[in-house]
Nanobody, 123 residues
Framework: VQLQASGGGLVQPGGSLRLSCAAS????????MGWFRQDPGEEREFVAA????????YYADSKKGRFTIARDDTKTTVYLQMNSLKPEDTAVYYC?????????????????WGQGTLVTVSS
């Protein structure tokens, strides 16, 4: 599976961004997809994940209420809508795919990664 992330950029505090992650290759394997973030010198941190069906959604506590993850009808593209952005949301965001939600508890378990997309929240 290849993952292609897009949508990062510069936004002012309080603004919004939508990240996209398009999967290609073996997309019939019912992967859970989601997002991690990483600050320089830090380990990757879980942000959100969504089941194959799109019904089950999981969020880091700090992102609940501001971030929304969604999956399109083809199941091959996942979106992360980020609202009310704060400077501390600044990071490189990575798209990820794995066999189960449990894999998202530790980034070492993630099977597939997309390239990072930089989100900068600054005035």
């Amino acid at each position: 599976v290849q993952l292609q992330a897009s949508g990062g950029g510069l936004v002012q505090p309080g603004g919004s961004l939508r990240l996209s992650c398009a999967a290609s290759g073996r997309t019939d394997a019912n992967y859970v997809m989601g997002w991690f973030r990483q600050d320089p010198g830090e380990e990757r941190e879980f942000v959100a994940a969504i089941s194959w069906s799109g019904i089950l959604k999981y969020y880091a506590d700090s992102k609940k209420g501001r971030f929304t993850i969604a999956r399109d009808d083809t199941k091959t593209t996942v979106y992360l809508q980020m609202n009310s952005l704060k400077p501390e949301d600044t990071a490189v965001y990575y798209c990820a795919a794995a066999g189960s939600y449990r894999d998202f508890s530790d980034y070492h378990n993630i099977k597939y990664w997309g390239q990072g997309t930089l989100v900068t929240v600054s005035s």
